[in-house]
């Protein structure tokens, strides 16, 4: 007998920035475990393009366009999945944006830019969602968290200061809407290269850098997010809320040496 533990079979999943990276990659992950998921991003052709070659369950996956940080986008997104599905049972809050540079060369329209998507369309997203779970008395919302939470990186200082509020944003909802029966929490990668990473992390110097403050010795694959995201949305999970999962390969644990010990 399969166990259904950590099934999430036949949820309606919305993975919002769930075109490429780290959202394209839980997308797959739930779309392979028969869930039925929507992705959402700015670009119709790649959203259809990724909704093609994800799909791989017993549901098509579908998309829907939506910029987060417009307001009206997020409100015609959740009406038109309601529509069209009848509910939402997981939210993976992907969507997000960065620009490294000195902290003081940072426009008002760069900073305003960042933190809109980060954490303005991440909180604005789960409140539309938040609303439909709270009538039903069910739902989970998984938020993408950082390893600036931790310790903010040196060079994205806006980044940081909108993880941070996602980071409590996390633990207030969850406070406030578990009466409700609604989950709230959060996955923090470590270094993983994506689409908008990995021409970074492919320089030598970053690469052995990465590898060397990484107890497990290497680099992420953001399949291997998959794992947690499932977790945090299956019945396993049914007690846990307002909780951040550290998947970090032990960046987190503490600090390694750059020589051989």
Known sequence: MQDKLFDVADQVVLVSGGSRGIGR???????????QVIVAGREAHTLKQTAKEISRGKHPV????CDVAKPEDVDRLVGSVLKKFGRIDTLLSVAGVNKRMKAEDYTLEEYDRIVNINLRGAFAIAQAVGRHMIGRKTGSIINI???NTYAPLAGVTPYAISKAGVLMMTRAL???WGKHGVRVNSIAPGFFPTDLSKKLWAQEKMGAWGKTVTPLGRLGDVKELVGAAVFLAS????FVTGQTIRVDGGVTAGINWPIDL
């Open 25 to 35: 990659a839980l997308a797959q992950g739930f779309a392979e475990r028969d869930a």
């Open 62 to 65: 579908a998309f829907e366009v």
């Open 145 to 147: 968290d950082s390893l």
């Open 174 to 176: 969850a406070n406030e």
């Open 235 to 238: 019945p396993a999970a049914v």
